[in-house]
């Protein structure tokens, strides 16, 4: 069975506007739909009103890190996968990111061709 990528919205997380604007012309021929946010909280105002299918999101943000965001997607949006990208890649951050909030990937940044 085929599955319909154009059926699927994948939202990328940033506190980066220049990082966002990168994503967003990287992935612009891409059959899924791609949606933005600058925040942790501008991220979960979206997934009020998007079936979000997949969350990439930054580790360092304001207000609201990556590992707070993707723990509250965790109890919020149990089937959206959760997908890191970040330049921050201490050892210890990154494994009580992924066992506290069950990231399905940690990818880091620069991304090369691991989006596309």
């Known amino acids: 069975m085929v599955k319909n990528l154009a059926a699927e919205t994948v939202l990328f997380v940033d506190d980066e506007k220049n990082i966002l604007n990168a994503l967003k012309r990287e992935l612009m021929d891409e059959e899924y739909q791609c949606l933005f946010a600058l925040s942790g909280n501008q991220a979960l105002q979206v997934m009020k009103t998007e079936k979000v299918s997949v969350i990439i999101s930054d580790m360092k943000m304001p207000d609201m890190d990556g590992l707070r965001l993707l723990k509250l997607v965790k109890e919020k949006y149990p089937s959206t996968v959760r997908i890191v990208l970040s330049g921050y890649t201490q050892l210890p951050q990154i494994l ?18 691991a989006l596309g």
Do not use: D, M, R, Y
């Open 96 to 113: 009580i990111t992924v066992n506290q909030a069950e990231i399905f990937k940690f990818l880091t940044k620069p991304w090369g061709s």
